[in-house]
């Protein structure tokens, strides 16, 4: 097989990821708190000249995206990573909506142990426990949070929730000093990728604030967004004609040879 098409194949493949991402970003352009994907690349021949080159991306699939590169070195995607970055706050009025301003994350229960999330849409059940969306219960203090009925509900911005002034809880609103080691889990939490620790540390005052009867939009940029997947379709469709140039001319060798013999 020539060149060009090991060429082609590896950009291919890389294309392909990065239009899943993309995509994946503009469907989640009305999910609470939802932290865009992203991906970098190298060139493993510049970085590994012996030409055997370690996949770091053990969490993206299954299976492996790229052939082993034993034979062959060429530029491939390198690291998916999240953005988080800031999303826009958006008033909603809800007392038990709340939003992080600056770094850190709030911390739920789940049948899996503890998980981290940016959205903040709570509400309480139906026996007065603070949950998620998904009926997850908000973490205080290390465990679930009641909040009893009243007439106002209050959440100041380090967390603390007031019942007609009284308080009741504090969220537990942390900073991960090591995001790199975040994964997503799915239903917008994040978790720590097998064999790693998240190493959590309080919330710095002033720069980590909550506001209360608002939730943060998602930090994806639908514009960007679009360019960037129809750049990856035309750069998908550039390398599908290579290999099909490149499969033609391979025919047309190998029928030259069978005719000379």
């Known amino acids: 097989m020539e060149m ?27 999910t609470t708190g939802y932290k865009r994907d992203r991906v970098s690349f190298e060139d493993t021949f510049l970085r590994y000249a012996h030409d055997y080159h370690i996949d770091p991306r053990g969490n993206l699939r299954e299976k492996e995206l790229l052939p082993r590169a034993d034979l062959i070195a060429k530029p491939r995607l390198a690291e998916q990573r999240i953005d988080f970055s800031q999303g826009a706050l958006q008033l909603t009025g809800n007392p038990l909506d709340v939003a992080i301003q600056g770094e ?22 139906a026996d007065g426990m603070l949950v998620t969306d998904q009926d997850m219960p908000v973490l205080g203090n290390g465990g679930p949070i009641q909040v009893p009925e009243g007439r106002a509900v209050t959440i100041d ?36 990728q097998s064999g790693a620790t998240a190493q959590e540390g309080p919330a710095t005052a002033g720069q980590t604030e909550v506001a209360q009867g608002y939730l943060e939009k998602p930090n994806v940029e639908v514009v960007e967004e679009m360019v960037n997947m129809i750049e990856t379709q035309r750069t998908f469709e550039a390398y599908q004609k290579v290999m099909t140039n490149s499969n033609e001319l391979d025919t047309k060798a190998i029928r030259m040879g069978t005719d000379k013999t």
């Open 157 to 192: 911005g380090t967390g603390a929730i007031y019942v007609d002034d009284a308080q009741v809880g504090q969220l537990d609103v942390v900073t991960v000093q090591n995001p790199d080691v975040l994964q997503k889990y799915g239903s917008n939490l994040y978790t720590a």
């Open 4 to 30: 060009s098409m090991y060429s082609a194949l590896f950009g291919a493949l890389s294309t392909e990821m990065r239009l899943n991402l993309s995509a994946n970003n503009l469907a989640n352009v009305n």
């Open 104 to 125: 850190g994350f709030f911390k739920v229960g789940g049948p899996g142990g503890t998980y981290y999330t940016r959205n903040g849409a709570f509400h309480r059940n």
